[in-house]
T-cell receptor, first 115, second 114 residues
């Protein structure tokens, strides 16, 4: 069965620190997709990244980077030089092929960045 | 940003009353989804639609029904609301090139059942 685990419920850092949010997934499919979403205090869900199972290249976008490792079924998210505006709940999600695009979400990690 | 609106944005209702939430999109996307968000559970899929009049159940569909008579509208109905259905409800759309495309979410509806 498919499952996404975000073991870190809450993380608190001081501004400019680097922080890594962990995501571990379970799936029997060989074709699947992984996502990260951000939910700021205002409540909306903001898409950050989509990665398919055949592309293990790490990705960097500004201060954000993602490390996808199929060998450990992990898709971790690192924020470099964190800022107060990064404070939010971050969700990792999994979608399997031929499943209607249904997203399986992790429980979320609440990141608090203090000045 | 994807053109997705949800109405109402907030609703307080009493146990046993019917409630309908509306999701409206202006993107002409094929796929639409309803999720609920509860503390400790992340988001869980209630129902989804893969076309007009084509719908299917998700992980937590009991007590909910949906309808999609037009591409742009996806309705979620609680036939007889219960306190366990107090939650934040999100609609999402996808489908530019397939059903595993990125899902974009609406602003959410906060429902309180007393």
């Amino acid at each position: 069965a498919q499952k996404v685990t975000q073991a870190q419920t809450e993380i608190s850092v001081v501004e400019k620190e680097d922080v890594t949010l962990d995501c571990v997934y379970e799936t029997r499919d060989t074709t699947y997709y992984l996502f990260w979403y951000k939910q700021p205090p205002s409540g909306e869900l903001v898409f950050l990244i989509r990665r398919n199972s055949f592309d293990e290249q790490n990705e960097i976008s500004g201060r954000y980077s993602w490390n996808f490792q199929k060998s450990t079924s992990s898709f971790n998210f690192t924020i470099t030089a964190s800022q107060v505006v990064d404070s939010a709940v971050y969700f990792c999600a999994l979608s399997e092929n031929n499943q209607g695009g249904k997203l399986i979400f992790g429980q979320g990690t609440e990141l608090s960045v203090k000045p | 940003d994807a053109g997705i609106t949800q109405s109402p944005r907030h609703k307080v209702t009493e146990t046993g009353t019917p409630v309908t939430l509306r999701c409206h999109q202006t993107e002409n996307h094929r796929y639409m989804y309803w999720y609920r968000q509860d503390p400790g559970h992340g988001l869980r899929l209630i129902h989804y639609s893969y076309g007009v009049k084509d719908t299917d159940k998700g992980e937590v569909s009991d007590g909910y029904s949906v309808s999609r008579s037009k591409t742009e509208d996806f309705l979620l109905t609680l036939e007889s609301a219960t306190s366990s259905q107090t939650s934040v409800y999100f609609c999402a759309i996808s489908g530019v090139s397939g059903n595993t495309d990125t899902q974009y979410f609406g602003p959410g509806t906060r429902l309180t059942v007393l």
